[in-house]
């Protein structure tokens, strides 16, 4: 049996639009700029779960946040992260209508998770694991070992899909086939092969 473990964020979505990262921190009156900076530099630690929301988007605005902006901008996030790529999607679709073994491992808060399990093309997705409910992240080994005994597989009967090597090399080092994501036919190509 072998298992695809697709990414999510600029795999089976589109990467986060510019001016939606613009709209969130003109929402809340903040430079666009300074924002976007603070939203990366403190992202991998609130993937994790070291930091909590609060903690999250106070230090994003680089000041203490409001209980109805924080709910505003975990909305506003969710909403940026919803666009699929159509591409990415189909081959999730044709490998479930074919009953492969599919699961999802992304790098995201809890509360993003929450948002994106709506989703249709996520909610088809048995199998799902998110950094932000595990306390661990990509690329570190134990997320991948963790995603394997979850699985009750062993690594090498899993492909890992993602955009960014680092998290492709750690799934490597894992035991696992690394596929780095390009384009959806570049995939669609790898994945028949």
């Known amino acids: 049996m072998t298992w695809i473990v697709f990414d999510y964020g600029s795999v089976l979505s589109l990467p986060q639009p510019e001016s939606d990262a613009d709209e969130m921190a003109r929402a809340v009156n903040t430079d666009p700029e300074a924002f976007k900076r603070r939203y990366w530099e403190h992202r991998l630690e609130f993937d994790r779960a070291s930091l909590t929301p609060a903690a999250y988007w106070s230090a994003v605005l680089g000041r203490p946040a409001a209980i109805a902006e924080i709910a505003r901008l975990v909305a506003m996030d969710v909403a940026s992260w919803a666009y699929p790529d159509e591409g990415t999607v189909a081959i999730l679709n044709d490998l479930l209508d074919r009953g492969g073994d599919v699961a999802l491992l992304s790098n995201a808060p809890a509360c993003v998770a929450d948002g994106l399990d709506g989703l249709p093309w996520i909610a088809a997705i048995e199998q799902r694991f998110y950094s932000g409910r595990m ?32 998290n492709v090399a750690g799934a490597e080092r894992a035991g696992m086939t690394g596929v780095r994501f390009t384009s959806a036919e570049a995939l669609r190509e790898t994945l028949e092969a």
């Open 135 to 166: 306390g661990l992240v990509k690329p570190d080994r134990e997320i991948f070992d963790r995603l394997a005994a979850e699985l009750d597989a062993d690594p090498a009967e899993i492909v890992f899909i993602d955009d960014r090597a680092e």
